[in-house]
């Protein structure tokens, strides 16, 4: 499965997604209450998990951090793969 | 553009170097003194170079009430230097906001964060230690509260910082002088009920109620006979309405009623006059509302200047951008206006024999008061 994929499958089944891939991606998670703030930690540490990657504190504060798309290319980039 | 917000301190130890420090943000950066001259104009030749240091940190990583000026004091903490040319220097106070790129961009930035990962906003100190905790440290913030307040094992208040040498030392002396023996008291946001149980100690019936079940569980595990403790969601309708009327002598909070006046995060919205409604029925005509919350004004101000005489600048009054503490104004008039009667105010102060900086800071600018409020006796 890719990163993308990955990370879609991740926030769908916290809370359903609607519309085309690109506007899933184009998704802020947290303005759209798919997840809430507790859930930040679980979803980093989730993902650093499965990638073996380790978010530093400027990607997490960065606003790519904060839509599923931005997210996705922030663990490619960290993991060196797509 | 320099902001205006900037001021520029000697290090200690060194007054050869310099901390550039702006007090809104406090961010900040370690210079030698050349980097005044580069300010006002750049260097002519393109080889020159000056030493910076990364000296910021959160400083509050340590407690609520450690020392909030984030900065490395002395030259000694500061680690090795960076060379840097013109323009990795100017790139250096854009990253820290000592050089911000417009006032109206820089302006905006003062609002509360959304999320902790909302790195545009800056937030009121609670959305910075939330944001700290979380994305940095890694730490559920409940849990590092405790640590921060208690020692250990959670049966004492640490002394190292001022909730034991200051908030703790005057409780210790105050409550025995001004609670009855067999007194009703209500322990409003107990937390893990030490002063519950300080409060049984000296012959009252205390119930202590918290919104936190982790802290309630812990507070039932140590609590003394007498007490009795019980999970609330303080300041949502209903909540309290299981009290008895005219049932306490005492209700006592403490470093919680802040808390309705700004809430801890920007979607809650807990309701102070329903909380003071409930407070003023459940009080016997007479009863007593005790409050210690945090100086409005000092509460979190950096500890800046000589560890002796020290002083601090205050960056805001009535517009709550860092602080998470309404005026006295506004907090005592919400209580007086839910019918309580004004009885005393008092300042807390350390023990003036200590002379660390935090408590030599203490002494001068209060960091709690305690004020009394009476439920009129008809």
């Known amino acids: ?82 | 553009m320099l902001s205006l917000d900037v001021i520029a301190l000697p290090a200690e130890e060194d007054p050869r170097h310099w901390i550039l420090y702006n007090v809104f943000t406090r961010t900040c950066l370690g210079v030698d003194s050349r980097a005044f001259a580069w300010l006002a104009t750049p260097p002519s030749s393109e080889g020159d170079v000056l030493l910076i240091w990364n000296i910021g940190w959160f400083s509050n990583e340590e407690g609520t009430m450690a020392d909030p000026t984030r900065f490395r004091r002395t030259v000694r903490e500061w680690g090795e230097p960076k060379q840097v040319s013109y323009q990795a220097f100017i790139e250096a106070c854009k990253k820290e906001l000592l050089i911000i790129p417009d006032e109206a961009t820089y302006r905006q930035r003062f609002t509360r964060k959304h999320s902790p990962v909302d790195g545009r906003h800056f937030g009121n100190f609670h959305d910075q230690i939330g944001a700290h905790l979380l994305m940095r440290m890694r730490a559920q913030p409940s849990s590092w509260w405790l640590k921060q307040k208690f020692t250990e094992d959670l049966s004492a208040i640490r002394s190292d910082n001022l909730y034991g040498q200051v908030q703790e030392r005057f409780l210790r002396n105050y409550l025995p002088r001004r609670l009855n023996q067999g007194a009703e008291v209500l322990d409003l946001g107990c937390g893990i009920g030490f002063y519950s149980n300080f409060m049984a100690e000296q012959g009252c019936h205390v119930l202590g109620i918290d919104p936190n079940k982790d802290y309630i569980a812990i507070a039932k595990r140590q609590g003394l006979p007498g007490t009795h403790f019980e999970v609330r969601d303080i300041g949502k309708p209903g909540a309290l309405d299981q009290l008895s009327d005219h049932s306490f002598d005492y209700v006592f909070i403490q470093d919680t009623l802040l808390f309705y006046f700004i809430p801890i995060s920007h979607n809650d919205s807990p309701d102070l006059a329903i909380l003071l409604s409930d407070l003023y029925r459940g009080l016997k005509p007479g009863g007593l509302l005790i409050s210690i919350e945090p100086h409005p004004t000092y509460y979190l101000a950096p500890w800046l200047g000589n560890e002796s005489t020290p002083f601090t600048i205050v960056t805001e009054h009535r517009q709550r951008r860092f602080s998470t503490v309404p005026t006295t104004a506004e907090f005592t008039n919400a209580i007086l206006h839910g019918g309580f009667e004004l009885k005393c105010i008092k300042d807390l102060y350390p023990d003036t024999s200590l002379s660390t900086r935090d408590c030599a800071f203490a002494n001068e600018f209060p960091l709690w008061t305690l004020m009394e409020f009476a439920k009129p006796q008809a």
Request: hydrophobic share 35%; with cysteine; net charge negative.
């Open chain 1, 1 to 82: 499965m890719s990163i993308k994929d990955s990370v879609l499958a991740y926030f769908s089944a916290k809370k359903s997604l609607s519309g085309s891939e690109q506007e899933k991606l184009a998704c802020r998670y947290l303005d759209q209450g798919v997840i809430d703030s507790m859930g930040i930690v679980e979803l980093m540490n989730h993902f650093e998990e499965q990638y073996e990657i380790r978010f530093e504190a400027d990607d997490l504060q960065s606003d790519e951090f904060q839509s599923i798309g931005g997210l996705v290319k922030i663990i490619e980039r960290l993991s060196g793969r797509k």
